[in-house]
């Protein structure tokens, strides 16, 4: 950004130097361009700042944020190429509502029982299942 303020500073001082000024109309017309020249350089230079301004106040923003998932979602280093999700479901319909429902294949080594999420009623129970197999 320097470099451009020292160049309209470099074009006022030529133009000093050569002795041009506003009483000729070729003398306005570069005295105007110098001037704009000069305003385009100085909003440039308020733009650059404001972008820097904005940048430190996103990276504040971004850190707070990622703070706040971890404190939400726990800091456990997930790694998005992991993959986290190797339940398999299995699908069952419920006698009683005919409902669809799912249940986690994990689910059925710990229940002896299983609910239906619809009704409430009782899906499989492996007790059902044991008295049918000692027949």
């Keep these: 950004m320097n470099y451009l303020v020292e160049r309209v500073a470099y074009l006022k001082g030529l133009m000093d ?13 570069l005295v105007n ?38 404190e939400v979602y726990g800091n456990d280093d997930y790694d998005e190429d992991d993959d986290y999700d190797d339940t398999q479901y299995i699908e ?13 294949d994990d689910f059925f080594d710990v229940e002896d029982e299983l609910l239906c999420p619809n009704c409430n ?8 299942n044991d008295d049918d197999t000692s027949d």
């Excluded at 733009?47 to 998932?69: A, C, K, P």
């Excluded at 009623?121 to 059902?128: A, G, L, P, S, V």
Aim: glycine letters at 4%; hydrophobic letters at 30%; one cysteine or more.
């Design 121 to 128: 009623k009782t899906i499989y129970d492996e007790e059902d």
């Design 17 to 29: 130097g050569l002795g041009i000024n506003d009483n000729t109309n070729e003398g306005k017309v």
């Design 33 to 70: 361009i110098v001037d704009i020249l000069d305003d385009i350089v100085n909003e440039i230079i308020d733009l650059h700042d404001s972008r820097v301004e904005l940048d430190e106040y996103v990276q504040t923003i971004d850190e707070d944020l990622s703070n706040v998932e971890d």
């Design 92 to 104: 069952v319909e419920c006698p009683h509502c005919h409902e669809i429902v799912y249940f986690s």
